[in-house]
């Protein structure tokens, strides 16, 4: 088959994108990746093809990032960046009809927005031939309210597969959090090949610093930007003083380049989390869907320091689980609370306990080889029932 599909957003949502279209790629279908120019490369790299769409560069993103953390709301920040980025893009895209040839021909269409387009490329009206497909959520909504709003319309519905890039044990236990729906089709953490992460050689100077004692807390911001990096740095260096402990910080999009106290925090390039996390103690991170399934992944605990709603959800979710040691604002957190999250992760055996049952869960979830699964019987289906709902 051959199958479309869209990201736009933060190097993150591609990511998630890209690995479900690897997989759907190595079961023998066409995959077509439509994302921001700037991405070209990461998506070649991946091993699929590219269409660029929109006319905003990765400066412009990185500038509505930056303006966004200036709210204090983390659901107005996430909002901010939607409504400028996300929007603005999308408006463009559908204006000069960029989507057109990605969808004419195509058996699916998948999206982690969650649109569904007819086959002139753009929002599918009553009447109009639906391209079949998936949206995907990954992730945690700020409410039950808001995903629903966002959810196909009845017509739509039946062409439309609802994949939910989470484990449901974690996100909906005993449905505890509310009804997600007899339409959501949970997959399970999507994290990429342990193997290939294996397969990575570190910088020297990063071998080097993992070989020392003990184990390094892992620090990442992951793709956020515009918050007081000077003011992080100094804070996150104190927490680990105290501690006596070391750390590796990679810097994202922070434009972070060097440590105040190199020999304390060490700043890396580039690192896959498969490869860095199994080695670290502990992880810091911002509460996006990779970081925390990566944490899960590799067994380590985690102490949240969330940006966004979203980010905030999955923080709640990790406390919640056991999994997690805090839930820290990254703007102002103080570095005694930092220090005191850090020693209960590594030192209390029911966070241990906990970080070893999830970590089993996770394993044990399809993950995006379900999600491939979904898919390609979703499609199927279509194709001898029709595209029309």
Known sequence: MRIATLALGTRGDLDLILLLGRELHRRGHDVVVATSA?????????????????????????????????AENRQARADRFIHEWIGGEMDAVLAGGELRDLVSGADGFVSNLK?????????????SEIVPGAVVTYDPPWSLEALASLAPAPWQAPAILDLVALPRALFDPAEAWGTWGKDYRFTGFWTAPRDE??????PRALADFMMGKPPPVVVTPGSMAGFDTGGFMTRIV????????????????SGIVSSPAPDI??????????????????????????AAAAALLAGRPS???????????????????????????????????????????LGDVRVHA????????????????????????????????????
């Open 197 to 202: 992460s294996e397969s990575w050689q570190p």
């Open 238 to 253: 104190e927490a680990l003083g105290r501690s006596g402990l070391r750390g590796v910080l990679l810097p994202g999009w």
């Open 303 to 345: 102490i949240v320091m969330p940006y966004l709603g979203c980010q905030e959800t999955m923080g709640k979710a990790l406390l919640w689980a056991g999994v997690a040691t805090g839930l820290l604002d990254p703007m102002t957190f103080d570095p005694s609370h930092l220090a005191g999250a850090l020693g209960v992760a």
């Open 115 to 127: 649109i569904v387009l007819d086959r002139q490329g753009c929002f599918a009206e009553p009447g």
């Open 265 to 290: 925090l060490h700043v890396a390039d580039e690192t896959p989390y498969g490869w860095l996390f199994p080695r670290a103690a502990c992880i810091v991170h911002h509460g996006s869907h990779g």
């Open 38 to 70: 700037f991405f070209a490369d990461r998506v070649t790299a991946a091993g699929l093809v590219c269409t660029p769409i929109g006319s905003g560069d990765r400066e412009r993103m990185l500038a509505i990032l930056t303006a966004s953390m200036g």
């Open 354 to 389: 906990a970080v070893a049952h999830w970590h089993a869960m996770i394993v044990a979830d399809g993950g995006v080889s379900r999600g491939a699964d979904l898919v390609e019987d979703h499609l199927l289906r279509r194709r001898t029932a029709g595209t029309s709902p």
